[in-house]
């Protein structure tokens, strides 16, 4: 089984921060997001995620890798979850997975910036996460060790070219185009 490297904090390193190769644990992670629609806000989840999170001792090599197969969102109702599946939001069909990968973690004010690339219906565009490390414990469930963390970003999806419901004269939008996306995230040490 691959243990723990050292956990001795770097100048850029959070306590308890610990070096490894991580699996996300689908079972334990949450992927939302809120969109505004007319005058309220609708909340959804993906309920399929998988990827990677590499976390080094010197915290700028550390990287991220997450695949979210985009049939599984799930808002609570099923009309509108089959709609956002259709061609006029995820069209699933033909783009069944969005992807991350991350480029850089750096420290901004006290908290994380994890600048990746993402791709939706295969446009990709950078986006910064911005990024709680929640803690590892190196004895984790069942002695499986676990690390912990929490993101937070607000997409355009017009940047993705996902336009349904944006009116072009401003006099009544159907859904915005900002997207509040939350993740929060525990991972497994690969054995």
Known sequence: MTTITDTTVGPQTPDGWAAGTWTIDPAHTVVSFSVRHLMSRVRGTFT???GQIVTDLDSARSAATAV??????NTGNQTR???LRSADFFDAERYP???FASRALRPV???WTLSGELTIRDVTRPVDLEVEFLGSDPTGLQG???IGFSARATLSRRDFGITFGLVADGTKIVVADEIDIALDIEAFLNA
């Open 68 to 73: 979210i197969a985009t049939a599984s969102v």
């Open 144 to 146: 499986e060790p676990r």
């Open 81 to 83: 979850d089959g709609h």
């Open 48 to 50: 399929d995620v998988s």
């Open 109 to 111: 004010a006290g908290s």
């Open 97 to 99: 997975r969005m992807r």
